[in-house]
Nanobody, 126 residues
């Protein structure tokens, strides 16, 4: 099972920025749908942003719209999550995820993701 590798987490103050990276280089064929999730201890994992690779079609959860941007670098086989104007409520472990089904990028449930990374911590202080 191919595992994704995230990087770029850290600690910032409210209003700060971070960019998370997800390395897809271990895939011979990259999954058509890539996403970022986040999870706070004791709470359910939350879908944050998703991207249909090669199309530019993105989707975001309401709380991050206008502040987070998911993007890809096809040549480098990387997916990014640029986060600006971070808030303490964004504090979480962030996970990169991939699905072999492009429909995972449009479903209401944010389900059917088959590949996961181990996560990178983002901490935003007030």
């Amino acid at each position: 099972q191919v595992q994704l590798l995230e990087s770029g987490g850290g600690s910032v103050q409210s209003g700060g920025s971070l960019t998370l990276s997800c390395d897809l280089s271990k895939f011979k064929y990259t999954p058509p749908c890539m996403a970022w999730f986040r999870q706070v201890p004791g709470k359910d994992r939350e879908g944050v942003a998703r991207l249909r690779l090669g199309t530019g079609i993105t989707d975001y959860t309401d709380s991050v719209k206008g502040r987070f941007t998911i993007s890809e670098d096809n040549a480098e086989k990387m997916v990014y999550l640029q986060m600006v104007n971070l808030e303490p409520g964004d504090t979480a472990m962030y996970y990169c995820a991939g699905s072999v089904d492009w429909t995972a990028c449009t479903s209401d449930s944010w389900a059917d993701f088959h590949y996961w990374g181990q996560g990178t911590q983002v901490t935003v202080s007030a």
